[in-house]
């Protein structure tokens, strides 16, 4: 099984509809973090928690909120979807700081369309 | 101006040859470089890490210039199985910082 798992993988949905994408790790790291890749952008930070009393904003967190329901799980939400958020997002962990051992591993991505 | 910049490319080169990648960065304060390889709708995997005195793994070297701000990702003898896209990542003030990737297609 798959260490980092993210619900749905594929979603097509209308603007205005709230819609919640869900990320489970089972590698017990405490950071997780939320991106979205764009063609041409790379892939940008959302919002990330180093623990589950802690969330803090990403480079582009308008628009989005999450989540920390407990170690394991991350989950981000559109309140109303636009157009614009089409990407492909993708959930990230890492363990705590240690300098260059600080991997990211991350979720297969969820393809996001908002028609 | 990006915190983390990389040529996007596209790389085209033959089986068996030589190809580097550099992507500068903006912040002299930045912590910690790596290099992640993403495959086709598929999730980022790290690479290699890149350490101050440089560091090599099978035909992958990956250095890092302070004092220029950039970092580099040799590949020798380049295969089929090299085709991706090269993310250099970066990290300072507690937050991950991506380039937008380079792309390298390995021709038979």
């Known amino acids: 099984d798959a260490d980092v798992t993210q619900t749905p993988r594929n979603r097509i949905t209308k603007t205005g509809k709230r819609i919640m994408l869900e990320c489970s790790q089972t590698?017990?790291?405490?950071?997780m973090y939320w991106y979205r890749q764009d063609p041409g952008l790379g892939l940008r930070l959302i919002y990330y928690?180093?623990?589950?009393?802690?969330?803090n904003k990403g480079e582009i967190s308008d628009g989005y909120s999450v989540s920390r329901q407990a170690q394991a799980k991350f989950s981000l939400s559109l309140e109303s979807a636009i157009p614009n958020q089409t990407a492909l997002y993708f959930c990230?962990?890492?363990?705590?700081?240690?300098?260059?051992?600080?991997?990211?591993?991350f979720g297969p991505g969820t393809r996001l369309t908002v028609l | 101006r990006k915190e983390v910049e990389q040529d996007p490319g596209p790389f085209n080169v033959p089986e068996g040859a030589t190809v580097a990648f550099n992507c500068t960065y903006s912040?002299?304060?930045?912590?910690?470089f790596f290099w992640y390889r993403q495959d086709c709708r598929k999730e980022p995997k790290l690479l290699m890490s890149?350490?101050?005195s440089g560091n090599e793994d099978g035909r992958f070297t990956a250095q890092l210039n302070r004092a220029s701000q950039y970092i580099s990702l040799l590949i020798r003898d380049s295969k089929l199985s090299d085709s991706a896209t090269y993310l250099c990542?970066?990290?300072?003030?507690?937050?991950?910082?991506f380039g937008t990737g380079t792309s390298l297609t390995v021709i038979p």
């Open positions: 928690s180093f623990d589950v009393k802690d969330i």
């Open positions: 590698k017990g790291h405490d950071r």
């Open positions: 990542v970066v990290i300072g003030g507690n937050q991950f910082y």
């Open positions: 890149v350490y101050s």
């Open positions: 912040n002299s304060a930045s912590q910690s």
């Open positions: 990230a962990t890492s363990d705590s700081w240690t300098g260059v051992e600080d991997e990211q591993f």
